[in-house]
């Protein structure tokens, strides 16, 4: 399954737009939509950031009626961002700065000082948002699960990674 065409064009964008959000090269985006290969776990990551659906709807689940919405509102929400900035900002740009700037290191920073402040205020917090807080940390984490098993397994086997090979594909065009 591959809902990655079907979620761009339901959000409106071109893969130029896309590819220039995501820092990478538009037949990436091209080759992701027609199979041809395969988004890596972190590009996953930036175009749920994007899109604003979570990536397991680019491969593994069916896009239902709900997963839609959630695409049209946060096109709706860019759309209407540009608007009120008089075409100043424009959310690829802005997502391109953002993925070209940000480091690891700073990312997990941002990452321990947001869940220091989650915990310093969980007292006020309403139980069910609690749970809602507790089960999306521990999604966050399978996430992160199965990017470090996969980088394991390709450091184990001695074969290029696949960022490595993304990266040959890319320099060759």
Known sequence: MNN???????????????AQAINVNRVTVANWESGTSVASSSNQEKLSIYYGIG?????????????????LDTSARARELAEKSEGKRVKEQDFHKIFESITFKQA???????????????????????????????????RLDAIIDLREQEESSGEPSLFDLIEKVESNE
């Open 55 to 71: 990536p397991e709807h680019f491969y593994e689940k069916a896009l239902d009626d709900e997963a839609k919405q959630l695409v």
């Open 108 to 142: 997990m920073e941002q990452y321990m000082f947001s869940m220091k402040m989650l915990l310093a205020t969980a007292d006020s917090g309403e139980l069910d948002k609690l749970r809602t807080a507790a089960l999306i940390n521990r999604k966050m984490g399978a």
């Open 4 to 18: 990655l065409k079907q979620i761009r064009e339901i959000y409106g964008a071109t893969q130029e737009q896309v």
